[in-house]
């Protein structure tokens, strides 16, 4: 087994749509390790972040944050620590475009 350390997804969606973050691969395994969430607006904003296990709809249950808040110009550091299976998806939403997630973790294949 290889495990690679790695930036697994960046993205600054579009405000109200659900964007796929990060889908882990076929054979694979993920260690998440950290997400970082930067607010580059001059005004609060807020963001989702959720992850859909084997890709399913979005539900309920899947949340991780909800409609947190993040000050204009502030960056917030989540430390996770989950682990995700192939075709698991981590999806993000924000309020509005101001907003870039960046996910960090070890791909193990």
Request: aromatic content about 8%; proline content about 2%; hydrophobic content about 40%.
């Amino acid at each position: 087994m290889a495990e690679t350390l790695k930036v697994l997804g960046q993205s600054a969606p579009n405000g109200s749509t659900e964007t796929a973050l990060y889908t882990v691969p076929a054979s694979t395994e993920v260690t998440v390790s950290t997400l970082v969430v930067c607010n580059r607006g001059s005004s609060k904003q807020t963001f989702r972040v959720y992850v859909a296990v084997g890709g399913e709809a979005t539900a309920s249950k899947q949340y991780l944050f909800y409609d947190m808040d993040i000050a204009a110009n502030d960056t917030i550091t989540a430390t996770l620590g989950i682990t995700l299976a192939a075709t698991d998806v981590v999806r993000v939403y924000a309020s509005s475009g101001d907003l870039s997630f960046n996910l960090f973790g070890v791909e193990i294949s």
